[in-house]
């Protein structure tokens, strides 16, 4: 995947790229585009509306972005160029919209962005001079993916198969939590029952904490005690990079969720990162009650209702996530280890040149993406990106254990000019502290987008995977 | 592949491991000697993470490879695998918490059971800088060592206090035991491909090298 990562251009002497990997890149691209012609065949005249980028395109023009080893280096940041000409935008990635919605939140109220979703044009200076065409039709195509969105939430009855389709591409950050409410099954796709449900799973859930939280601490099991002092450990140890949830509040907010889930999923018990993956959903819910950035925020001006429904919203949804991954977190995370292993087979067929100088140095993948599957890549990515990231896991639902393989083959793969020069000590390093500070919406979507194309084609060809 | 490089040159590479319960600063202890940096924001290791250091000895330049593992119980049948191949493991507790200290007996035992027998360990007594909160004396720890038969050093890897030290104290021991063995078989260890561990090997007797000296101070 030669062109597809401009991190490597800021980093390496241009020098490098010309060096004896030429034949392996070469057999690379022919290899990428031999994918790309296959997955366009494949999806000729479907229609995967704001799905992917797979664009409709009027000449072979492969070589012009993936081609020339070395050269090529000015273009191919979205995925909407990987999978285009880069003067050819007849089709608009609507993502790149709401990256400018989200960042847009902090200064507007939220009816704002209801009533007004083209606000977001005066951020698009940078696209603005390279193709004023992709302007106009981004905007108007947010404005209908917000109009499908009020649509299909609108109703009395939500169509989850049309919320997610949506979803995977996307959730305008407003709308996201009922939207992530909905798609976890957390609250019913009937709108006449929701509030009821919501009222009464809370109220469950504070029973819960009732029962299992507050209570002294010689009504517990040692197991428990010991358990709820590896969460006490971890807790002020989560995000420690976000000062909203050093706050006191935060902290016991999440001890409380954390420690209700263990005690009721005795299987696996609290095991260290479900921590990391409770913060998208607190924040995701607070945002219903604060606005401004999460940097800003301070809990005392919450009223401590608010706050017990936010932790009873993250605790159900939190259990909602966990319950399609039980034995990722049970003895020896059995399923971890499973998905680990699809990753290295699944890279192998995708990769083989990186996939055999991983072998070569003797690195393993449990090594660098056991993380990944612990965390489901929270550690990997700046923060601002990971509610983006759930609106396609949550989208994926049922599916997302299979799907997440792909996603985390084409995050490493991002790097894999990169990785084939490097040395086991030096992967590990690297794949330790990956360069993704500086993401944005574009790369966590280059990386979605391969990934989907990449599941089109493999998942439903799984001769594909075998020999 | 990668091109050689004139520092990263080495006459030994030693593979460490750094165990101990959650939360008693291992990270931090590692991130301190291989970069002489310390977070007070530091997130869980999940799994295990790796860093390196050289330094020199008797002037043979040594490189240690160290693997740092999360302390969760959970984890220690992913971590338990690196203790493979391990010459060197510092046993890590917080000087503040008790109950890290009581765990050093079954990280010791989980340690024997999965490595080789002449690995070289030091118990390592950590956040000794919080002296108002102790809760570890270091005398009890300073007998369980003994009576284990291991190194033991009380460190502060804020304060950057004995980080040094104890890690040198660990791979000068184990570079002892290797050119011990190196005489006596006449073998080259600097021969050894990078990449790989050197392992001390078992019919070495290391423990004629173990002593309980190097304390705190």
């Known amino acids: ?467 | 592949m990668a091109a050689y490089r004139a520092d990263d040159d080495y006459d030994y590479l030693f593979k460490v491991v750094l165990i101990g319960d959650s939360g008693v600063g291992k990270s931090n202890l590692l991130s301190r000697f291989t970069r002489n940096e310390f977070s007070l924001e530091s997130k869980s290791t999940i799994g295990v993470e790796f860093a390196t250091r050289s330094i020199r000895v008797d002037e043979k330049i040594i490189k240690a490879q160290i693997w740092d593992t999360a302390g969760q119980e959970r984890y220690r049948a992913i971590t338990s695998a690196y203790y493979r191949g391990a010459v060197g493991a510092l046993i890590v507790y917080d000087t503040t918490r008790h109950v890290t200290f009581e765990n050093v007996e079954r990280w010791l035992k989980e340690l024997r059971d999965h490595s080789d027998s002449n690995i070289v360990i030091m118990l390592v007594g950590n956040k000794a800088d919080l002296r108002h909160l102790r809760a570890v004396s270091t005398e009890d720890a300073k007998t369980f060592a003994e009576k284990e038969n291991t190194y033991f050093m009380e460190t502060s890897a804020l304060e950057a206090m004995n980080v040094e030290d104890s890690f040198t104290e660990v791979l000068t021991q184990i570079y002892h035991v290797v050119s011990r063995k190196a005489l006596d078989i006449g073998n080259d260890p600097g021969a050894l491909p990078k990449g790989q561990t050197i392992n001390v090997g078992s019919k070495d007797d290391v423990s004629a090298v173990k002593k309980v000296g190097c304390c705190s101070s």
């Open chain 1, 1 to 467: 995947m030669k062109s597809n990562n401009s991190h490597n251009k800021e980093e390496e002497n241009p020098k490098q790229e010309t060096s004896p990997n030429n034949s392996h890149t070469t057999t690379l691209d022919s290899r990428f585009n031999q994918t790309l012609r296959n997955v366009q065949g494949l999806l000729k005249g479907r229609s995967f509306p704001g799905k992917v980028l797979i664009t409709r395109r009027s000449d072979p023009a492969d070589g012009t972005i993936l081609g020339s080893p070395g050269g090529s280096s000015s273009s191919s940041r979205s995925p909407s160029e990987i999978n285009s000409p880069p003067s050819e935008h007849n089709h608009i990635h609507m993502d790149d919209k709401e990256d400018h919605i989200h960042r847009d939140k902090p200064n507007t109220s939220t009816t704002d962005n209801k009533s007004n979703p083209s606000l977001s044009i005066s951020n698009s200076e940078d696209i603005t001079k390279e193709a004023p065409r992709f302007v106009m039709g981004a905007r108007a195509t947010d404005t209908a993916r917000i109009i499908k969105f009020t649509k299909v939430l609108g109703g009395t009855t939500v169509i989850l198969d049309k919320l997610r389709e949506l979803a995977w591409s996307g959730v305008p950050s407003y709308l996201r939590p009922n939207v992530w409410r909905l798609l976890l099954g957390y609250a019913p796709p009937n709108s006449d029952r929701r509030e009821g449900v919501l009222r009464r799973k809370r109220i469950e859930y504070f029973d819960c904490v009732a029962q299992y939280y507050d209570v002294s601490d010689e009504e517990r099991t040692d197991e428990e005690i010991n358990m709820l002092r590896q969460i006490a450990v971890d807790c002020p140890r989560t995000m420690p990079d976000v000062t909203f949830f050093q706050q006191a509040e935060v902290q016991k907010s999440l001890e409380c969720i954390l420690y209700t889930w263990a005690i009721r999923h005795p299987a696996s018990g609290y095991v260290q990162g479900i921590n990391d993956l409770a913060t998208p959903f607190l924040v995701v819910f607070l945002s219903e009650h604060l606005e401004g950035s999460v940097e800003n925020w301070s809990i005392a001006d919450l009223d401590p209702e608010k706050i017990s429904n936010v932790e009873a919203d993250c605790y159900w949804c939190l259990s909602k996530l966990l319950d399609g991954m039980q034995d990722h977190y049970t003895f020896a995370q059995p399923g971890i280890q499973r998905l680990v292993f699809k990753l290295k087979e699944l890279v192998r067929r995708i990769d083989e040149p990186v996939a055999r100088h991983i072998d070569k140095q003797g690195l393993e993948f449990l090594q660098f993406a056991f993380r990944w599957f612990n965390c489901l890549l929270i550690r990997e990515i700046p923060f601002h990106l990971v509610t983006r990231l759930w609106d396609t896991y949550l989208a994926e639902g049922d599916a997302l254990p299979d799907f997440i393989v792909y996603i985390f083959a084409s995050f490493l793969l991002t790097w894999s000019d990169k990785l084939v020069k490097l040395d086991f000590q030096e992967m590990v390093m690297f794949l330790q502290h990956l360069p993704t500070h500086n993401w944005n919406y574009q790369e966590l979507e280059m990386v979605l987008s391969r990934a989907f194309m990449w599941h089109t084609m493999f998942d439903s060809c799984p001769n594909h995977l075998a020999t």
